[in-house]
């Protein structure tokens, strides 16, 4: 059920939420000010909030109708936020507080995935070192590591040996959540952006590094985005069918971005899903957006309505 609006003034007064703690403030303050600027563009009294650790507090300094959440990570994508604004009945962008803290949790993301049949690389939760050995010989190498909450491809590293797993592990496990070991798809990465459930057309990534890492996201300029991807039509349908329904499983609402691995023989595989994507000029969602024929200022209207979906229910 999607909300359109014609009249800026319809939003009332918003606060575009932005910073945060997580290790992606910087990407947020980024995301939140092209968010904010796009939003005054198109003439809607909108406001910045830099919020660090308290989340809460400086929403209550002003009357705000809606919030538009650019907060990335902990905090701002995971629930907490979420459960707040419903606490204060202030109706927010994208998904609510359920499918926002299943979304931030990797691990859990996968065991929906899984329960619904869905296709997702086999992982071994990593608790020790005693582990290491057991997950070798279940999963075979490479593995790919992973801390279960964290984005930005932080403490992920790939494994081709125990030893590399060993060092793999302890990298991961330096963040304060669960460590799992995942399957590694050699194949083909794509991203699905879907804006009220609607996917847009994917893009397909390509990076000489030995997977789209942190510095591939944000510093190399070896990143390659294709988009168009070069899947033909029915290829492409068949991805965003099963990005819809990797959304629809975990709840997500408003808006969203699934990343999926193809492998050599054509299988596609769900990696994990974002609720709140970095919506910076050059991010993944406006890329795909712009090749629909939707500029930012559009899509970051589009997004704002999605703050209706839950109010309307
Ligand atoms: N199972 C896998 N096999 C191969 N590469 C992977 C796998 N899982 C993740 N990657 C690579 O790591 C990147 C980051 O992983 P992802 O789970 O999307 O975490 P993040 O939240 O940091 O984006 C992906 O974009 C992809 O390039
Ligand atoms: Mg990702």
């Avoid at 929906?112 to 290491?132: I, Q, R």
């Avoid at 050699?186 to 942190?214: C, M, N, Q, S, W």
């Amino acid at each position: 059920m999607s909300v359109r609006l014609t009249s800026a003034s319809e939003f009332g007064r918003v606060a575009v939420l932005m910073g945060g703690v997580a290790a992606e403030r910087e990407v947020s303050l980024k995301s939140g000010r092209a968010v904010l600027a796009a939003l005054l563009g198109r003439g809607v009294d909108a406001a910045g909030l830099d919020v660090g650790a308290n989340l809460v507090e400086p929403l209550l300094r002003s009357d705000y109708d809606r919030v538009f959440n650019i907060i990335h990570g902990r905090g701002g994508e995971d629930g907490v936020l979420q459960g707040a604004l419903e606490a204060l009945g202030i109706p927010y962008t994208g998904s609510g507080v359920l499918a926002s803290a299943l979304a931030m949790d990797k691990l859990r993301t996968k065991l929906c995935w899984l329960g619904a049949g869905l296709p997702t690389p086999g992982w071994m939760l990593l608790e020790s070192l005693d582990d290491l050995e057991r997950c070798a010989e279940a999963l075979g190498f490479p593995l790919i590591v992973k801390p279960a909450n964290e984005g930005s491809s932080i403490g992920m590293s790939r494994a081709e040996s125990l030893e590399e797993l060993r060092r793999s592990f302890e990298l991961a496990s330096q963040f304060d959540c669960q460590v799992f070991a995942e399957k590694w798809i050699t194949g083909k990465e794509y991203t699905a952006a879907v804006l009220d459930d609607i996917p847009l057309p994917l893009i397909r990534l390509e990076t000489p590094h030995a997977f789209y890492d942190f510095d591939a996201k944000y510093r190399a300029d070896t990143t390659r985005y294709h988009c168009p991807c070069g899947l033909d039509g029915e290829a492409e349908a068949t991805l965003h069918a099963l990005a819809r329904k990797a959304c629809h499983c975990v709840g997500v609402e408003g808006w969203g971005r699934v990343d999926l691995l193809v492998d050599g023989e054509n299988r596609p595989w769900l990696i994990e899903v974002n609720t709140v994507p970095g919506m910076t000029d050059h991010s993944l969602v406006p890329m795909a957006a712009r090749q629909s024929g939707m500029d930012f200022e559009e899509l970051v209207w589009r997004v704002l309505e999605t703050s209706f979906l839950r109010e309307r229910k």
